[in-house]
């Protein structure tokens, strides 16, 4: 296809387009089909050093460039990527399976993050104050971390991207941008249309490889980038920070989910219904934030569950590039075949299927929409992370039992509240143990709220006023005045 065609097929070090060093390539594949879209560039540590180098290299230039002049290259970069939807659309559709319709949802959240943070490049502040023995002023200034290495995942294959590289530019930060290997396509195509905004060489810096690891490590123990994000599995994310440590790096976290969902007796249905289909299928489920445990108060579990099983039943599964598709297929065989293992897991332990729950026949990596109910604490989708379209239903008679459930994991990243009480919301709110709570929506994400978890859900925030902080050193500096 022609976007598939358009999109530089390089690794992009230094301002320009250039092969892995060994000449390996990497398959991209259409999870739809199973078919191969392109190959692209496959780095080695030889290439993620070259990409290092040319970061650390534009470093102090970028750090020197007014703010100014950074907001006004991301907004150029907002513009485009606005400018491009369509295009932008089909090739995460394309390589990652999401429908159109989500696909260029993710195209306006992904392109908010450049706008957000090119208004934020202006604003990065400082002050002096009168020290209190009136001896000294104390001037506080703020200064670009330096080079970061950026790790994205697959599932918001633009979102995740920009919403990292942004607060970047705008504090005067060179980057080394590793995506995923199953969705590089789009981070290529962004990376091209920075350089068409007017992004200076080095300023970004992409290496895409299958050898993470052996690209990875060294950069984060080699001393010279000085800021690390990642985005991906608690797993992983405690093998980074461990790797982190020898040179001290700073570190922002974006890891694992078990997002529970409680629906109380006084909740609005039609609300809490069109909630949960939004916390559970935005993005077929494959999402840190999805609802992964739903908890239904048992007087309204039987209506709440024939609800959400009709409204599951109804979606179209397909190519996410035909008309009509909601739920496009999940990422790879071993995402889907994860979800089956949980459903027949807890089917095994007393669960019923109200609606999905057998592997369809044919290409693709599909799976259907799946409401359990009945389903046991000791099920391991309790504990799983499920990214795919599962929705499990457990009931609960009373708020503590409710949050007490909802709180017992590991994670901490969303939860999601129904309820027409007002008092209860608030004390709910503040009584789950999450970085981000739905009250009476399924929606969390937006570029100008603080996105991140507590527990092992992670370190620090992205987005909103805060995201740019994780990208800046406080400087003091004291000024003796003499009288």
């Known amino acids: 296809m022609t976007v598939v065609h358009d999109v530089p097929k390089q690794l992009f070090i230094g301002g320009g387009w250039q092969d892995a060093e060994s000449g390996r390539t990497l398959s991209v594949d259409n999870p739809a089909t199973g078919e191969e879209l392109c190959r692209v560039a496959d780095a080695s540590p030889a290439d993620g050093r070259r990409a290092v180098e040319a970061a650390v290299a534009a470093q102090a230039a970028w750090a020197a460039t007014p703010p100014r002049v950074r907001s006004e290259i991301l907004r150029r970069a907002y513009d485009i990527i606005i400018a491009r939807t369509e295009d932008l659309a089909l090739l995460m559709t394309l390589e990652m399976g999401k429908p159109l319709a989500e696909a260029r949802a993710e195209v306006a959240y992904g392109a908010e993050f ?5 208004e934020e490049a202006v604003r990065i502040d400082g002050g002096m104050m009168t020290a209190p023995d009136g001896r000294n002023r104390l001037l506080v200034t703020r200064q670009p971390v330096g080079p970061c290495l950026l790790i994205t995942p697959w599932n918001f294959p633009l979102a995740m991207g920009t919403r990292k590289i942004g607060p970047a530019i705008a504090a005067g930060c060179t980057i080394v941008l590793k ?4 969705t590089p396509l789009t981070s290529l195509a962004l990376a091209a249309i920075l350089k068409e905004a007017g992004l200076p ?9 299958t050898d993470a690891a052996g690209v990875v490590e060294p950069l984060l123990r080699g001393g010279q980038i000085r800021k690390l994000s990642f985005t991906g599995s608690t797993q992983v994310g405690r093998i980074l920070l461990a790797q ?4 001290v790096i700073r570190t922002s976290m974006e890891l694992g989910g078990n997002a529970p969902l409680i629906v109380f007796d006084d909740a609005d249905l039609d609300v809490a219904v069109e909630g949960t289909m939004v916390a559970k299928m935005r993005n077929m489920g494959e999402s840190c934030c999805a609802a992964n445990r739903i908890y239904v108060h048992t007087s309204v579990a039987e209506e709440f569950a024939t609800r959400l099983a009709a409204r599951m039943a109804a979606l179209t599964v397909g190519d996410g590039t035909e008309p009509g598709t909601d739920v496009g297929p999940l990422i790879d065989i071993a995402g889907r075949s994860k979800a089956h293992d949980v459903v027949r897991d807890a089917v095994k332990r007393g669960a019923k299927v109200l609606t999905g729950g057998e592997l369809p026949e044919g290409p693709g990596c599909f799976y259907p929409p799946t409401v359990l109910t009945d389903v046991s604490d000791d099920a391991a989708i309790i504990d799983t992370e499920v990214f795919g379209p599962v929705a499990a239903l457990l009931t ?22 129904f309820t027409q009480n007002l008092d209860r919301a608030l004390r709910v709110a503040e009584r789950l143990e999450s970085g981000m709570i739905g009250l009476n929506t399924g929606l969390v994400s937006n570029p100008a709220a603080p ?12 987005g909103g006023r805060v995201g740019i902080d994780e990208f800046l050193e406080y400087k003091y500096i004291a000024v003796p005045v003499g009288g």
């Open 201 to 209: 060489d080095g300023v970004l810096n992409i290496v895409v490889t």
């Open 451 to 462: 996105f991140g978890g507590v527990k092992q859900s992670g370190l620090g925030r992205e």
């Open 244 to 247: 982190c440590a020898d040179t």
């Open 396 to 417: 609960f008679d009373d708020e503590d039992e409710a949050i007490t459930a909802a709180n017992d994991t590991e994670f901490g990243l969303a939860a999601y509240l």
């Open 179 to 182: 995506p995923a290997p199953q």
């Open 114 to 118: 450049f706008r957000w943070f090119s």
